[in-house]
């Protein structure tokens, strides 16, 4: 075989092994879909929880911890959660947790609660339900704490091939009332080999807790964690894009890494996972048929209901109009004496007849109305949730596309006469044709469209203009008590007249957040 030869199919092998490893990754992107995969004993994890301070007490991490463990425990790991915990349980379950880890392949310890530093070592405060085992300074923190760095060493010293340290700590100072602490947030810390460490925030910096259920860092942790197919190192730089997000760029994830090999919290799909995908996606999409289905049929009752109260109302409008010709009429037999008290109740009867089939017309017609609103916007809802999906899978297969456009400039950059055989193949994996070789931009369109969003009603969009506003407004007052312009309790009261002039801040915040962008309908 001649060289010319030998280097177009070393080329052409090249371009396919390249597409394939590209492809693979775009079933696995697909979200929201999980692997029933049998749980592995030699995956592990500790999660704690600590939120119950007696003086410095958070809102999200006990909520966090159990989003945590179930999250991983549907992903096969073997999860022991600790909530609330004081010195001694929290020593007891880091005991257990390093004694299993001989066995274990992957180990996660994640801790969501207050954490600090002191003389460059990171700790992690527990719960003290006794005065004496009460943090006052930070003199007191080695004896009545957990040391970052002993967990780290334990799990450097079992040999885990992964190991995973997740701290959202840092919440806020946890000395208040008494002394503050020298240094905000924690430290930075050397990951260990086989170590991947992250941070809710980055070193000396004070992560979010959230007016929500969960905190900023650990919504975005859970959002990524069960994507399939998405490497640790990869999933670390989508958190922190979300956090930074969320918090409007006031908190950005920090991490030290020093892992020998990848690892993917899902592995990527099989075909029989993807065909069952598809299914899913399916039934998904056919139950909002179905749904706006009922919603009609729904309608026609309500409407029939109401049509036979209006023919209730014109049959009685009828039978008054009757009577009054009657008893107009002269020499009538029901002008007599002896019919007048009669005539007089039967229109007494008539009227009150028709006065309560008209009040309860309308009445029920405002039941209905405020019912179907409700539906609606809930419907509407659902479909604005399906788009944002939608637009997601979109954005994930675009890149992958661009990236395969990557690699067909790069193969063409360095043998030119390859350009029209690697094109093709772009061409039959994406399933487009008739497109001009090298007319990237008309790919990109043809094979994928951007989904277009839902046109929504001009009540529903005002609806979800409203719910940005006081989502965003919440925002706003969370991060001005952060930032300790605004207390707590002046969030938590809101009726109460704030002292200080930084909660006027606050009170401006649902002006603000209407500059949010209304071209981007978001669900609730």
Known sequence: MTGAGLSTRQGLLGLAVALVLLLAPAAAAERGFVPLRRQASDH?????????????????????????????????????????????????????????????????????????????ENWLLPIARRPEARIDSEEQVPYRAVAVGELLGRMEKARVPVNIVILDACRNNPFRGRTRARVQGLAEIKAPLGTLVIYATAPGSVAADSAGRHSPFTQALLEYLQRPGLDVRLMVTEVNKRVHALTGGAQTPWVSMSLLEGFCFVPALTVEEEAALKQQE??????????????????QQEEAELEKRRAEIA?????????????????????????????????????????????????????????????????????????????????????????????????????????????????????????EIGNAYLLLQRALPEP?????????????????????ARRRAWLSA???????????????????????????????????????????
């Open 482 to 524: 952060l930032q300790g312009t605004v207390s707590i309790e002046d969030i938590a009261q809101p009726a109460r007249a704030p002292a200080r002039a930084g909660a006027g801040r606050a009170a401006d915040a649902p002006r603000d957040a209407g500059r949010a962008d209304p071209r981007a309908p978001a669900p609730p």
């Open 452 to 472: 277009k969003p839902p046109s929504l009603p001009p009540w529903v969009a005002e609806a979800f203009k409203r719910e940005r506003q006081e989502r965003e």
């Open 44 to 120: 592990i994890a500790l999660v704690i929880g600590n939120a119950a301070y007696p003086d410095a007490p958070l809102a999200n991490p006990v909520y966090d911890a159990q989003a945590v463990s179930r999250a991983l425990e549907g992903i096969g790991f073997v999860v022991t959660q600790v909530l609330d915990a004081d010195l001694e349980e929290m020593t007891i379950g880091i005991q257990r947790f390093s004694e299993r880890l001989r066995s274990a392949k992957v180990a996660l310890f994640y801790f969501a609660g207050h954490g600090v530093q002191v003389n460059g």
């Open 282 to 299: 399916l039934s998904r999409l056919l139950g909002l048929e179905q749904q706006e289905a009922r919603e009609r049929e729904r309608r």
């Open 315 to 435: 049959r009685l409008d009828q039978e008054i109009a009757a009577l009054q010709q009657r008893l107009q009429r002269r020499g009538s037999p029901d002008l007599g004496s002896a019919k007048a008290d009669e005539s007089m109740a039967q229109l007494l009867e008539l009227s009150r007849q028709r006065k309560q089939e008209q009040q309860e017309l309308e009445r029920r017609q405002q039941q209905l109305a405020e019912e179907r609103r409700q539906r609606e916007l809930e419907l509407w809802r659902q479909r604005v949730a399906a788009y944002e999906q939608e637009r997601e899978r979109w954005r994930e297969r675009r890149q992958l596309l661009q990236a395969d456009l990557e690699t067909y400039r790069e193969i063409v950059a360095n043998d030119r006469s390859l350009a029209e055989t690697a094109w093709q193949v772009l061409l039959r994996k994406w399933e487009v044709s008739g497109v």
